[in-house]
């Protein structure tokens, strides 16, 4: 498995935007497909986007399609969510997810993944 590590979330208003950076160790992180989930209190984790690990081709949920992009830079070790014009419904702890060699038909799927960082708090005020 892959360690993983989330790091950029925090206090924003409406309209602005925020950077999650996920750090990646224990294993060749070219080999993984990354995904980011996202979970609101009282509701269920929903995917948010992810990348694959061959070609690289993203994936978007349709609620954040236009405004979130997805990243990731093999030489560091590292993948990034980039957000923008956040609304108050992005509110939700974010984690990042990891899984070797997946296709790219599962990348939506959080039971896909085998690696789990701690989560990172997005708060969005209105």
């Known amino acids: 498995q892959v360690q993983l590590v989330e790091s950029g979330g925090g206090l924003v208003q409406a309209g602005g935007s925020l950077r999650l950076s996920c750090a990646a160790s224990?294993?060749?992180?070219?080999?993984?497909?990354i995904g980011w989930f996202r979970q609101a209190p009282g509701k269920e984790r929903e995917f948010v986007a992810a990348i694959g690990w061959s070609a690289g081709r993203t994936y978007y949920a349709d609620s954040v399609k236009g405004r979130f992009t997805i990243s990731r830079d093999n030489a560091k070790n590292t993948a990034s969510l980039q957000m923008t014009n956040l609304k108050p419904e992005d509110t939700a702890v974010y984690y990042c997810?990891?899984?070797?060699?997946?296709?790219?038909?599962?990348?939506?799927?959080?039971?896909?993944?085998?690696?789990w960082g701690q989560g990172t708090q997005v708060t969005v005020s209105s």
């Open positions: 224990g294993r060749t992180f070219s080999n993984y497909a």
């Open positions: 997810a990891a899984g070797l060699r997946l296709p790219d038909y599962k990348l939506a799927r959080k039971g896909s993944y085998d690696s």
